[in-house]
Structure formats: C-alpha cells, structure tokens
C-alpha cells in the first residue's frame, strides 16, 4: 500500500511561493536543490515541495490543500497579510471554510 510523502505545488516565482508557504505553515526548509523547496513536515502530516516550473497556471486546480486553523477570520487575515485572496467566501450556515488563492493563484481552502 501506498503512502503519500508530500504535495508538490508546481510555481513559476520559487521566491515569492516560498516566502508565502513558509510563513503561512510555520514550516522550515528541509532542501532547495536548484528548481525545487523541500519543507520539514508537520507532526502526523504529509511534507509540502514547491517546484519550478516554466509556464503558468492555466486552469482550475483539480487538487488542493486544505489548511486548517483554530480562528478562521484571524487565519483568513493573517494569508491575506501574506498575499493570499479569498476566492469563495464562507457558507452562512454549517461547517465554515473559504476557498483562497496563494500569490500565483493556486488555490487551497481555509477552515476551522
């Protein structure tokens, strides 16, 4: 069986991606070998890579990460502080979450 060992985020500026991600997990780096960041894993998580590539987002993600926070309006304000936007805002009602986007559009929910 199969175990998943990270999410890979293909970016076009490592730079920016980088600084974004670190700051929004509170992660470390683990490597940069040229084109790619390796960040340490969270306790009982799957590790997060950006990669390099040339050309840019053109579509929809058809996968996203979810990240998870204890006070949604402070989280959704600290990943706008970041450079991240809301996409999707929340449900009135029941289980509260948004859809965000990272500086180059990636997109990924927030919830409590």
């Known amino acids: 069986m199969a175990k998943l060992g990270a999410t890979v985020i293909d970016v076009n500026d490592l ?5 974004f991600w670190q700051s ?3 992660v470390e780096i683990s490597a940069e070998p040229e084109g790619y960041v ?11 890579t950006l990669q390099k590539v040339p050309e840019a987002k053109s ?5 996203h990460l979810d990240l998870e926070v204890e006070d949604l309006d402070e ?10 936007t809301v996409i999707q805002p929340r449900p009135t009602e029941g289980w509260q979450w948004v859809v965000m986007t990272d500086p180059e ?6 919830s409590q």
Do not use: H
């Open 15 to 19: 730079d920016i991606e980088k600084t």
């Open 24 to 26: 929004a997990l509170g």
């Open 38 to 48: 390796f960040f340490k894993a969270q306790e009982g998580r799957s590790g997060l």
């Open 59 to 63: 579509m929809k993600n058809r996968v």
């Open 75 to 84: 989280g959704i304000a600290q990943l706008e502080a970041l450079g991240a």
């Open 105 to 110: 559009g990636n997109e990924f929910c927030v």
